[in-house]
């Protein structure tokens, strides 16, 4: 139902632009995030946009990323700038259309996309 894109391999220092597109999902009321999973770790938080708008960034990520949803082309990005080599994970989309989430989304989205691959490396 969800569809990632853009994953590549980038140099220390440049950008990338993910894309989540979905199917049968309808985006407009929906909470939305990236999260990724790095080789060995956890999958992890990387940012959350709620029904009303509202963004959530974890501390590593904050001023470099940006999450965005187009509602009319009922798709969700992901801006990245100034990559690090431990930004190198695989990168998933998620959304949660239980409900419609005011302030900072906290909950476990409930529907998940196949992941891209993300590395940073010189």
């Known amino acids: 139902q969800l569809s990632e894109s853009g994953g590549a391999l980038v140099q220390p220092g440049g950008s990338l632009k993910l894309s989540c597109a979905a199917s049968?999902?309808?985006?407009?009321?929906?909470?939305m995030g990236w999260y990724r999973q790095a080789p060995g770790m956890e999958r992890e938080l990387v940012s959350t946009?709620?029904?009303?708008?509202?963004?959530t960034y974890t501390n590593s990520v904050k001023g470099r990323f940006t999450i965005s949803k187009d509602k009319p082309k009922n798709t969700l990005f992901l801006q990245m700038k100034s990559l690090r080599t431990e930004d190198t994970a695989v990168y998933y989309c998620?959304?949660?259309?239980?409900?419609?989430?005011?302030?900072?989304?906290?909950?476990?989205?409930?529907?998940w996309g196949q992941g891209t691959q993300v590395t940073v490396s010189s």
């Open positions: 998620a959304a949660d259309c239980r409900g419609y989430y005011f302030g900072k989304y906290n909950g476990i989205p409930n529907v």
């Open positions: 049968t999902v309808n985006f407009r009321g929906c909470a």
């Open positions: 946009i709620s029904s009303d708008g509202t963004t």
